[in-house]
């Protein structure tokens, strides 16, 4: 079974600076995706970034962007240039690539990240 | 988005009731998705639908059932609500492969 770990709970980052959070997963998979959710106090669930894993090149959104190194198994999210409405918390998810039958994603347990003025 | 919505957004019961929760999409998926989010755990998966009366089971889907009669509506009934299924509840879709999933607002469910 595959697994997520976010192994920090909590982070802080000045405003304007840059932040990196953790994530690792398991799987035994080769054909896979990997995303980031942000959920901000309002509760809704957005996806900020998504990764495949047969692609190489790292992905970029603007400010966020992603280090996946498939053999650590591992995908960190950078957010660079911290703004307040970054506040939020962080889900780092996985998804098994599947020929047929349903799209199951797993998340971590979440980073939250507060934007200081 | 308004191409799910979940109802209610909030709800308060007593233990031993049963509870619904509904989601409606407009967006014509197959897959549909609950979740309940909780601290330390992140989000786990309930039970989900694949199709009009074809769902299976999560991960933590005991004291819960669900039934999808449309396309559209997927409904998660707590048969008979205990303290800990206090939770946010979280319904979800899928459309095109590998896209991840668009989320309802979620509902936060207090039982006492």
């Known amino acids: 079974a595959q697994t997520v770990t976010q192994s920090q709970p909590e982070m802080s980052v000045q405003e304007a600076e840059t932040v990196t959070l953790s994530c690792t997963y398991d799987?035994?998979?080769?054909?896979?995706?990997l995303f980031w959710y942000k959920q901000p106090p309002s509760r809704q669930m957005i996806l900020v970034i998504r990764q495949e894993a047969y692609k190489q090149q790292n992905a970029t959104e603007n400010r966020f962007s992603v280090n996946f190194q498939k053999a650590a198994k591992s995908f960190s999210l950078k957010i660079s240039d911290s703004q307040l409405g970054d506040t939020a918390m962080y889900f780092c998810a996985f998804m098994k690539r599947e020929k047929t039958s349903y799209d199951k994603v797993i998340f971590g347990p979440g980073t939250s990240l507060s934007v200081i003025p | 988005d308004a191409g799910i919505t979940q109802s209610p957004r909030h709800k308060v019961t007593e233990t031993g009731t049963p509870v619904t929760l509904r989601c409606h999409q407009t967006?014509?998926?197959?897959?549909m998705y609950w979740y309940r989010q909780d601290p330390g755990h992140g989000l786990r998966l309930i039970h989900y639908?694949?199709?009009?009366?074809?769902?299976d089971k999560g991960e933590v889907s005991d004291g819960y059932s669900v039934s999808r009669s449309k396309t559209e509506d997927f409904l998660l009934t707590l048969e008979s609500a205990t303290s800990s299924q206090t939770s946010v509840y979280f319904c979800?879709?899928?459309?095109?492969?590998?896209?991840?999933?668009?989320f309802g607002s979620g509902t936060r469910l207090t039982v006492v």
């Open positions: 799987t035994s998979e080769n054909n896979y995706y």
């Open positions: 979800a879709i899928s459309g095109r492969e590998g896209n991840g999933y668009t």
């Open positions: 967006e014509n998926h197959r897959y």
């Open positions: 639908s694949y199709g009009v009366k074809d769902t």
